[in-house]
Every structure is written in structure tokens, then in C-alpha cells.
Nanobody, 117 residues
Framework: QVQLVESGGGLVQAGGSLRLSCAAS????????ANWYRQAPGKQRDLVAG???????NYADSVKGRFTISRDNAKNTVYLQMNSLKPEDTAVYSC???????????WGQGTQVTVSS
């Protein structure tokens, strides 16, 4: 019984920063890997950042150098630090975490990020 709760979205000016959090419930749960996705209206869902069980990261070219994915295993939380935000980053951001027994995946509810010019 794992639930992901996202937070940290909001409105920010271009060039600003935002930190998204994705917290997993369950005292016995442990994070294996995680992704952050985003989806703008009328657009497909795109992978923006990934974190493997070994700690390696990958990023979409559009966010490379600006976004950082990380995790705090003690808090069962995954983060997405977003710097130098651009209006084109505006989207609903969703986390996806693999973990626990059998490596099931779980999705967060999504959080709106709006970047104004």
C-alpha cells in the first residue's frame, strides 16, 4: 500500500527555481529508481529526468544542466530541483517511483509548474 504525494509546484518567473518533492508512504517501502515526467496541454508525456538504483541520472536534452533529480532514502522522497526555468517548462510534473518488494512502480498525482515570462 504505497502512495506518492507530490508537492512544490507553483508559479515562478523565468529564470527562477523550483524544487519538486515526491514522497512515498509506507514504513517498509524503499526507493529503487525514479523518474520525473511532464505533460503540457495537448502534448504527450515526456521523461525529463531519471534516477537509477545505482545512482546514475539521465535528463532530457531540454533540461540538461538546469534540472537535477535526487533522492533522500531516509525520507522515501525523490526531488527535482529546477533552475533557470523557462516558459517552455510549464507543464504538469509527475513522479514515478519503483521500489519495495517486486519493484512495483507508483505514480504521483502530478503538480502544476507554471513559468511566466
Amino acid at each position: 500500500q504505497v502512495q506518492l504525494v507530490e508537492s512544490g509546484g507553483g508559479l515562478v518567473q523565468a529564470g527562477g527555481s523550483l524544487r519538486l518533492s515526491c514522497a512515498a508512504s509506507g514504513s517498509t517501502f524503499s526507493i529503487n529508481a525514479a523518474n520525473w515526467y511532464r505533460q503540457a496541454p495537448g502534448k504527450q508525456r515526456d521523461l525529463v529526468a531519471g534516477l537509477s538504483s545505482g545512482g546514475s541520472t539521465n535528463y532530457a536534452d531540454s533540461v540538461k544542466g538546469r534540472f537535477t533529480i535526487s533522492r533522500d532514502n531516509a525520507k522515501n522522497t525523490v526531488y527535482l530541483q529546477m533552475n533557470s526555468l523557462k516558459p517552455e517548462d510549464t507543464a504538469v510534473y509527475s513522479c514515478r517511483i519503483w521500489g519495495g518488494l517486486y519493484g512495483h512502480d507508483y505514480w504521483g498525482q502530478g503538480t502544476q509548474v507554471t513559468v511566466s515570462s
